[in-house]
């Protein structure tokens, strides 16, 4: 019954609206206290105070690959179960993840001109994530392209899930092109190396950065459920003309 | 001038409004600029010396090849025939969709240019002199291939044919368009010269590119 | 506090996140209003949807 | 005013379509053209406005503007509608009537063609017939003296074509030309007849 409700897109509708003023409160507050430890944590002795700028690069990466394996989520509910809140969910997801993932590449860029003296480098893990980034400029070119809604989403889900196997291959492909040219000489966010006193921050910007993230999401959908719906009722609208 | 501007501004908005087309060519521009550090490895200074010349061959591909269905939609809806009963010339009004195409396409590409230019290692001082390039030498492209794109509605065919048809004739253009941008960086030849050819090109194509193209559309429509 | 000698860079970073967030809000906000007037206006010509919560034809 | 067609001859990829064809329309008169498939009924509209090149012979509109060509003082209507489906239906005939002569009642042609309500429509919505009127409001938005239709009311019903029948009707007593390549009248009435091919 529950599951029912929710998959209708009139019940999807209500809920959305009851639910996106409380997603958007609490999104608001936990940026408020994330960047509140953001901006008190301690310098790193080899970052310095560019440390700050990795509380917005990390989450902005992780919502890079969040936004991919949601939409891999929805693109199996495209083509699996056919459900055309699943056409909807991936459709919406696209820009946002495009979004936050162009957001980690100018951040990293930005912490990198510091860092490494350049804006650019063709480091593995910045590249990877510019391959992502194309890889969702792909799928939102192809739901622009797509005239029809429905072939346009199950054209694109089969696009996510090509992406979604490809994008170890592709990490991996990158690494090794990556060290064969040249030994990557540069600081890193060492996995275990991090202080609590910045992890702390850390995880909470990435929880509020995910809560802007489900809230964006949420209402991307609603309103592309209400496009939906506007592309209906032209069409009634253009047939009943005719037949009037 | 009226007609000139209603099918300018009607080619923009359809540009705009269809399937992101404006922005095409500027992601096509950005992976192609994007795959040339994995053929040729990420050392900078390697790709510094290269880089115009990859922002060039970006450039000059993403325009000509965004350029292929130009005419091909309007003669296959029958708007071709009409634009053919306006007050104003053939000529004029394959000049305005050209206006269309290069404002849509070509400028995202120099906009974005400096950025590709970063990542390429271009010196940061050069990379505005590398975008003006850009900006000077697009519209020879855009008017040599608007010759190509005609000839492709006539021989009811694109895509490919386009780019054998048009690249050849585009080679002056990119000399001097690269031969600018390494000017700017490198130095020792002045950056005058090559820009000012550049700029006539620029100037002669968009003078005889829409003669030419008119002339082919109308064989094709016989 | 203090940002150090790369202030700049941080400054830069926290306004390009700062707009790429306010640009999602202002998309999803504007779009929700453009579609309820689009619906708003089609309604007032007395279009129905034959079945309520069909999300497309 | 007056469209003359003399000893007109027309081959497309070395065949002859037709051949020492001469008429004359006046105005408030109507030609129709019929003919097998294939006879060149096409091919003659499409001379005529000048988007095919006359082997021989010569076609004039005399009594117009003597400085403009029988293009622009034609409206042609050929198979396609010359609609793009990404712009509404005020926004498509916006541009024809802007591209081809300037001011015009847009709101009032697309009320002679019974569209008016659709005007926000994108025309990606509308069907074959209502295409059709769509392109046929740019005959009433912009006045221009010949009227030269291919098969104008192919996809229209009987109640459209029965409206167009009437503008038809209305351009002719306002001294206005029509030559229709048409199998049927098409709702002119007492029109001349034009035959093309082998008898």
């Known amino acids: 019954m529950a599951v029912i409700d929710f998959a209708n897109p009139t019940r999807f509708l209500k809920l959305a609206n009851r639910l996106l003023p409380w997603l958007a409160v609490a999104t608001v507050l936990t940026f408020a206290y994330g960047l509140n430890g953001a901006l008190h944590a301690p310098d790193d002795y080899q970052q310095g105070a560019t440390v700050k700028i990795m509380f917005l690069h990390v989450p902005s990466a992780w919502l890079g690959m969040f936004g991919w394996m949601l939409m891999s989520v929805a693109a199996l509910g495209t083509l699996v179960w056919r459900h055309p809140l699943a056409d909807v969910a991936g459709k919406a997801a696209a820009p946002i993840g495009a979004a936050f993932t162009l957001l980690c590449l100018v951040t990293g860029s930005l912490w990198g001109r510091p860092m490494w003296g350049t804006y650019w480098v063709w480091d593995a893990r910045l590249t990877s994530v510019l391959v992502l980034f194309l890889l969702y400029l792909g799928v939102l070119a192809l739901y622009w392209t797509a005239e029809e809604p429905g072939r346009g989403a199950r054209a694109a889900a089969i696009l996510t899930l090509v992406g979604a196997v490809n994008i170890p291959i592709i990490k991996f492909s990158v690494d090794w092109w990556n060290t064969l040219h040249q030994p990557a000489s540069v600081f890193r966010m060492g996995g275990s190396s991090i202080d609590p006193s910045i992890l702390h921050p850390l995880f909470a910007m990435a929880i509020a950065f995910t809560l802007l993230f489900v809230t964006l999401h949420l209402a991307a959908m609603r309103n592309e459920i209400l496009r939906r719906r506007v592309r209906a009722m032209r069409l009634i609208q253009a047939q009943g003309l005719a037949s009037a | 001038m009226k007609s000139f501007a209603a099918l300018l501004m009607r080619d923009v908005r359809l540009a705009v409004r269809v399937g992101g087309g404006a922005l095409m060519g500027a992601m096509f521009f950005l992976i192609v600029v994007v795959m040339t550090p994995f053929a040729v490895g990420p050392n900078l200074r390697l790709l510094g010396l290269i880089g115009p010349a990859i922002l060039w061959l970006g450039g000059e591909l993403a325009t000509l090849l965004a350029l292929d269905r130009l005419f091909a939609t309007d003669h296959e809806d029958g708007s071709l025939d009409l634009i053919r009963t306006g007050e104003i010339p053939l000529e004029l009004a394959v000049a305005a969709k050209a206006v269309a195409h290069w404002l849509t396409t070509c400028l995202p590409l120099v906009v974005i240019s400096p950025l590709l230019g970063l990542m390429l290692n271009v010196e940061a001082r050069a990379l505005g002199w590398v975008a003006l390039t850009l900006l000077a030498g697009t519209p020879a492209l855009t008017f040599i291939g608007l010759v190509g794109a005609a000839l492709a509605v006539a021989l009811r065919r694109g895509g490919l044919l386009l780019a054998i048809l048009v690249l050849p004739l585009t080679i002056p253009v990119l000399i001097f368009g690269v031969a600018a941008a390494n000017a700017a960086i490198a130095g020792p030849a002045p950056f005058g010269p090559p820009f000012t050819i550049l700029c006539a090109l620029s100037l002669a194509s968009v003078v005889l590119g829409p003669v030419a193209a008119a002339a082919a559309l109308r064989y094709a429509m016989e | 506090m203090n940002l150090g000698p790369h202030a700049d860079f941080i400054i830069a970073s926290y306004a390009v996140a700062i707009f790429v967030v306010a640009a999602l809000a202002a998309w999803v906000t504007l779009d929700y209003i453009t579609q309820r007037r689009i619906l708003g206006d089609l309604e007032e010509r007395g279009v129905t949807r034959r079945s309520r919560g069909k999300g497309h034809p | ?199």
Request: net charge positive.
């Open chain 4, 1 to 199: 005013m007056r469209l003359q067609a003399e000893n007109v001859a027309c081959s497309r990829g070395g065949r002859e379509i037709f051949a020492g064809l001469s008429f004359s329309v006046h105005d408030g008169e109507a030609l129709m053209v019929t003919g097998r498939n294939g006879a060149g009924k096409s091919s003659l509209l499409r001379t005529i406005v000048g988007l095919v090149r006359l082997t021989e012979g010569e076609i004039r509109l005399e009594g117009g503007r003597a400085e403009a060509s029988v293009a622009e003082q034609s409206h042609f209507v050929g198979h396609d509608d010359a609609i793009k489906p990404a712009l509404s239906v005020r926004e498509n005939l916006v541009f024809w009537t802007r591209y081809l002569g300037g001011a015009a009642d847009v709101i009032a042609a697309l009320e002679a063609v019974e569209l008016a309500p659709l005007a926000a429509l994108p025309a990606a919505y509308l069907s074959a017939g209502q295409k059709r009127r769509l392109s046929l409001a740019r005959l009433v938005a912009i006045k221009r003296p010949l009227w030269l239709l291919d098969e104008p009311t192919t996809a229209l019903d009987s109640v459209a074509q029965q409206r167009f029948s009437v503008l038809m009707q209305a351009h002719l007593r306002d001294g206005g030309l029509i030559v229709a390549a048409a199998h049927g009248p098409a709702g002119l009435e007492k029109p001349r007849e034009l035959r093309l091919g082998p008898p």
